[in-house]
């Protein structure tokens, strides 16, 4: 059984710094691109980064530059790195596994608010 577990989430000023974390339990993490993915109220969950087993990532356009993905197959865990965050980027975030099966967090919330 795939757990994903997030952490790291809080209440952060504008233009404020944080970083999340998301631990994975099961075998072969190392082998699964993973990605997070955020939803605000009344929208759709979107994907904000994505990180593949080789170490590529893509991000969502407003994010670009300010957030930043990686991933520590040691400790099979992938982190998201958010920097001159904004109102926004008000949500909760949840991390992904992908593969033949699909895995989700429970997801941590970020509010962005002075």
């Known amino acids: 059984q795939v757990q994903l577990v997030e952490s790291g989430g809080g209440l952060v000023q504008p233009g404020g710094p944080l970083r999340l974390s998301c631990a994975a339990s099961g075998s072969f993490f190392s082998i699964f691109d993973m990605g997070w993915y955020r939803q605000a109220p009344g929208k759709h969950r979107e994907l904000v980064a994505g990180i593949t087993s080789g170490g590529s990532t893509n991000y969502v356009d407003s994010v670009k530059g300010g957030f930043t993905i990686s991933r520590d197959n040691r400790k099979k865990t992938v982190y998201l790195q958010m920097t001159s965050l904004k109102p926004e980027d008000t949500a909760v975030y949840y991390c992904?596994?992908?593969?033949?099966?699909?895995?989700w967090g429970q997801g941590t919330q970020v509010t962005v608010s002075s």
């Open positions: 992904h596994r992908d593969g033949r099966v699909g895995y």
